[in-house]
């Protein structure tokens, strides 16, 4: 099996296991496609997820855009499902600090969109593009940027993640966030 569809399938089977709570979002932010069931007196709606619409050509372009290399298993990820709102909670070791942040956000990905969400989250943070850090997601409560750490590239194409607590970053100016060091 190709690893987008290895990336499908373990997807669909996160989706089967995640609590039903996590499927709600308010209807304004659900395309009719991927709404499941009624509105609630709140405005809530359920979702469901579908099958990505996003093209390897879509990922290239948003690669070309920001001078920037995903890697294969991100890219497999993107193009493995729509989805209105998805978080993954941050694993912990063992006896060892991890950090405060218990889970991480993906920028939204609903049907209709493309990479949009993707491309405001970069922009958002692109003077650590300069620094050598893709940002990709955002830790719980908009506690910073979680990035791939490009100046650390691993052998196999991957990078190591790390996340910038957005208190760390407050008193700097953009071209301070370019620099590395800091």
Known sequence: MDRKADMRSSMKELFAQMDEALFMD????????MRDGVVDKEGWIKWKPL???????????????FHIEL???????????H?????????????VYWSDCTFVEFP?????QGLKAFYDLIHQWSPLLSAGYIPFAIAEDDQGPVCLNAGSRHKDGDYPIVWFFHE???HLDENELRDRKN
């Open 26 to 33: 308010v209807v304004e932010n659900v395309p009719f496609e």
């Open 83 to 95: 989805y209105v709102a998805l978080q993954f909670d941050n694993e912990s070791i063992p006896g």
């Open 51 to 65: 099958p990505s619409q996003i093209t390897e050509q879509e990922v290239r372009e948003l690669e070309e855009t």
């Open 71 to 81: 890697p294969s298993l991100l890219k497999s990820f993107i193009m493995s499902y």
């Open 108 to 112: 939204r990905l609903p049907v209709g």
């Open 168 to 170: 760390d970053l407050r």
